[in-house]
């Protein structure tokens, strides 16, 4: 299984890595940008046969880990830089921090460890390739064993007395004397001469010894270089194959205390480099860590493998493609200080990289960009599922919504980040308009605005029926109206008028009685000031407040555009019913097309 995620894309929460879907391996981070890798079993960094980079907060490389031949390599790679094994010298309640071994990247490079080296087993050879400089060494009783250089180099255990005999002093209680300086490792520079360095410098006091150094405060070994080596200043190898550790670091805690730091600590000091921690392996405060990568001044959770800064896996076939990054992880820090610190995880694969998932082979899903579209692409059996806890959203790259499904609630589509449709639970709510290409059935529908029918009918089935509204407030109206006339704003909304022509247009003027032209033409109601802007009621309920007039009984045109239940009976008017009154508010217009003219 791949993961692709690219382009600034986020992981919110806990990643969840497993292969056969039991002993997960979890990608956490916490929010305060700890990234956490936790996993049931062992933690493997697999470069594929290339070095794994450390690098700083700045991105900068300061180290590397190798394999050459199966020899593990730590390698600081900045020029005249150490490499360190700090740790706690604790007595159970409170300790001070020390650096046991430096490795010198300087002058040849050399190790000097802060109090001594015990070799445990008494039959072991040790075997030191350049000059060995031992300063004081205590006698323990008058007889007891003492070590001999041989003229070959060859440092061996002998008892006192044998040890004077060799050396001509006798059986009595003689010892070796000398001239040289002090806390210098005397050696045989020749057969016969006994020589010194004062870059081999040995603390009697402390037990602490210096390779390339004249001095140390604090750590039993440190090997100290002022010179560049391309090997490293110190450089442990296993010649032969085995299944055995080729370099074991073990901290015995002063007094058992649990909560002293202990185990392997590699840092990057100097200029500009801020004493991070660079490598941790180790237990602090109580807490076991599988490692911790650049983890000076954080915090963690227990058994946690910590990696602060990039963690970029490589990838060179030497053929068909160039170096390239197949997988990254970016976990970048902003801020002025560590209490402003932000933390998130970026992963990245380039074009053409998949996140599969399932058996079916390339994957029942598979998540992938192509170098032009991105593809969420569900190949294999079953339905495509996409759920949230609360709201699922989508949206534009710049945020706009398009579409929000709501839990047990409505779905929104959205135009422009503008919502147009929405489901409601008696059916949806269109926002503006709509068209259809083809029929339509409907069960039911509400429209807030008009509906343009382009060159359709709207047909009605055997219960189909067109309701008008009878429960209107002012100026409403529930009919069939029309906008056409020309363009007048002088209109009264509830006047009656009648239509005329003047310069091959029909307008409108206020129908009357007592004129035959009014009374025996067409006739509108008008809803507003404007003909073609609001309309004119041809037939329907128009709303008109305690209008007065009888329900129930005929409406016939009065004068000035005015409606009345009173039969005309002036000689010579025209008596033409309007419509009815449907209860005090409500009135249906709709014009007879006969009228009798009153003689």
Known sequence: MAINLINNSQVLGTLSITGDGNNATTLTESGSGDFTIATVDDLRLDSGGNDIVLRGASSSEFGRLSNSSQTFIIKNITENKDIRFDGNDGNGTSGTNITALTLDMSDGGWAQFNTGISVGNSSATSTFAGKVSIGTIDEVGSDTDKFLMSESGVVTYVSGANLRSYIGAGTGSGTVTGTGSATRVAFWSDTSVLSSNADLYWDNTDDRLGIGISSITSSKLDVYSTTANANGVLRVRQAVASNDPTVLIEHTVAGGNANEDTGLVIKSVGSGAGNQNVLNAYKENGTDYAFKVNGGGDTYSANDAYIEGSVVFSSNDGATCSKVNWLEFVCPDTGTS?????????????????????????????????????????????????????????????????????????????????????????????????????????????????????????????????????????????????????????????KVYYGYASMTAMYWAQASQSSATSAKSFLAMSIGTDADVDGMLLSGVFYSSSHGFTIGTALYLSTSGNLTNTVPSTSNYYARVCGYALDANHIYFNPDNTWVKID
Request: charged share 10%.
């Open 338 to 494: 560590v209490n402003s610190k932000i933390g998130y995880l970026e992963t990245n694969f380039p074009d053409n990289s998949k996140v599969t998932f399932g058996d079916l082979a390339g994957g029942d899903l598979q998540i992938y960009h192509n170098g032009s579209n991105s593809y969420i692409q569900d190949t294999g059996a079953g339905v495509l599922y996409i759920q949230g806890s609360g709201n699922v959203q989508i949206e534009g790259i710049n945020g706009e919504n398009m579409i929000i499904c709501n839990e047990n609630g409505s779905v929104q589509l959205h135009y422009d980040n503008v919502q147009k449709f929405q489901t409601t639970s008696t059916g949806v709510t269109i926002t503006g308009g709509f068209s259809t290409s083809a029929s339509s059935s409907c069960a039911g529908l509400n429209m807030t605005a008009d509906i343009s029918m382009a060159g359709n009918d709207i047909a009605l089935d055997s219960n189909g029926n067109i309701e008008l509204d009878t429960s209107l407030t002012t100026s409403q109206t529930s009919g069939t109206i029309i906008k056409h006339g020309g363009h007048m704003s002088a209109l009264t909304a509830g």
